[in-house]
Nanobody, 121 residues
Framework: QVQLVESGGGLVQAGGSLRLSCAVSGSGFSINAMGWYRQAPGKQRELVAISTSGDSTNYADSVKGRFTISRDNAKNTVSLQMNSLKPEDTAVYYC???????????????WGEGTLVTVSS
């Protein structure tokens, strides 16, 4: 069984910083990628940042230069450092892990429950 537990959300003023963390618990799987998505009220869930195997990272254009994703493969954790936050960053942020249970099996996607980030103007 896989469980993703997020922490670090909260209320911050525009221009401030927050750090989100996510830990993946369980065993017997191999993680291919870990990342963060967000969903604002009335909008679809969107990719914020992702770290793939080989330490490649990708960011949404809207957060480039402000957010930094980091991953600890030994601990199965991923963090998102968010700086220069804007009111439009307000959303529920979800941790995501893409993993395989066997080398030839399908790539499966698991989600955390989400953590709310509110940026006030």
């Amino acid at each position: 069984q896989v469980q993703l537990v997020e922490s670090g959300g909260g209320l911050v003023q525009a221009g401030g910083s927050l750090r989100l963390s996510c830990a993946v618990s369980g065993s017997g799987f191999s993680i291919n990628a870990m990342g963060w998505y967000r969903q604002a009220p009335g909008k679809q869930r969107e990719l914020v940042a992702i770290s793939t195997s080989g330490d490649s990272t990708n960011y949404a254009d809207s957060v480039k230069g402000r957010f930094t994703i980091s991953r600890d493969n030994a601990k199965n954790t991923v963090s998102l450092q968010m700086n220069s936050l804007k009111p439009e960053d307000t959303a529920v942020y979800y941790c995501n892990a893409k993993l395989k249970w066997t080398a030839t099996g399908p790539l499966l996607s698991y989600w955390g429950e989400g953590t709310l980030v509110t940026v006030s103007s």
